[in-house]
């Protein structure tokens, strides 16, 4: 990528990214419906494209160098546009480097344990890129929403006093700061929605029969609590943004910026980290000249002893040629206009 590029990235998503320590109210501070003036819609696709090639670019770097792993930690409302966010954008990435957990009503098992337990089974290895759609944030969201939830966790009585979300809020912070001094990058995307955008996605999801099956009827009863979440949501980003694990918070009512976003999100956070493909040692370089000789020595008789190195060349030939006649074109074209002087003498 060039620094052009990295640099129009850093600058888009600049204002987005929450400030540790900055006091978040997110109707006040973060506007739901905005678009940068200098991108539009028509352009969006190829913009996107350029994120989703520049991705898997980086996610084999990634996995070549296998010393560090990223976690995208991406929260919304109900209809925020999680599942296309990733569909978009990841849809150039090796598969079986990228892993999505989504996390629904924890199970019995998971409530026996801390509230972090069955977010850290789920965690990255060291190259690979793991996306939480959904994540340990719905803890001091959803569960903070509805204390009712807190009750099934089975934590003793003085876990459950005064101070708990401040206390988790502690907890998930030292949680990132662990992870990220081990190699495992920490990045957070808030996906903003507005309550007009909400109820006119959830109506095409009514409307349309193909995406019924995307709506239920608690999407419409959570709404009700829209004001609660906007609090618990304000209060996450004022208290868990830090320089080691970034909130970033994306304009999401229009789907094709969010997606340039979070595609111009996700690249600056890999330049930054830098991951490099890994320099052959000298011994290494012994050993594969031998394993070259030996396959070389192993050619059929009549077959061409390197069949790959005869494709690259033939290759390099024909653009060199390609190259020459367009050179020839151009020199042409250059010998028939006139010089000023030929000019002169003709019109006399």
């Not at 990220?180 to 029969?209: A, C, H, M, W, Y």
Request: proline share 5%; aromatic share 8%; hydrophobic share 35%.
């Amino acid at each position: 990528m060039s620094e052009t590029r990295a640099d129009w990235a850093a600058e888009l998503i600049k204002p987005l990214r929450v400030k540790p320590g900055a006091q978040v109210t997110l109707a006040r501070d973060f506007d739901p419906g905005y678009k940068a003036d200098f991108l539009n819609k028509k352009s969006s696709e190829s913009i996107l494209q350029q994120s989703v090639e520049l991705l898997a670019d980086y996610q084999e770097r990634l996995a070549a160098q296998d010393s560090h792993g990223l976690l995208v930690c991406l929260q919304a409302l109900d209809a925020g546009g999680k599942d296309g966010t990733i569909r978009h954008v990841m849809s150039g990435v090796n598969p079986q480097g990228v892993h999505v957990s989504s996390f629904k009503v924890p199970s019995a098992e998971e409530l026996s344990h801390d509230f972090l337990w069955r977010y850290a089974r789920r965690l990255p290895a060291r190259g690979e890129i793991g996306i939480f759609n959904r994540s340990h944030y719905e803890e001091v969201l959803v569960v903070r929403v509805h204390p009712e939830l807190l009750e099934r966790q089975r934590l003793p009585k003085e876990a459950k006093g005064k101070g708990v979300w401040e206390r988790r809020f502690r907890e998930i912070n030292d949680w990132e700061r662990f992870l990220t001094d081990n190699g495992i990058k920490v990045l957070k995307i808030f996906l903003n929605l507005s309550k007009e955008e909400q109820r006119i996605r959830f109506l095409r999801r009514l409307d349309l029969p193909d995406h019924n099956w995307k709506f239920s009827a608690n999407d419409t009863k959570e709404r009700k609590f829209w004001d609660d979440y906007q609090r618990a949501f304000s209060e996450v980003l004022s208290n868990t943004s830090t320089e080691w694990a970034p909130w970033y918070v994306i304009p999401a009512d229009h789907k094709w910026f969010a997606r340039i976003c979070v595609g111009a999100v996700l690249t600056h956070t890999l330049i930054e980290l830098d991951p490099q493909f890994p320099k052959v040692t000298p011994e290494e370089q012994r050993g594969e000249l031998e394993a070259k000789a030996e396959l070389l020595a192993e050619a059929p008789e009549g077959a061409a002893s390197d069949p790959f190195q005869v494709s690259l060349e033939a290759a390099a030939e024909k653009e060199e040629a390609g190259t020459n006649h367009l050179r020839h074109q151009n020199h042409d074209k250059t010998a028939k206009i006139p010089s000023d002087s030929s000019e002169q003498v003709n019109g006399r």
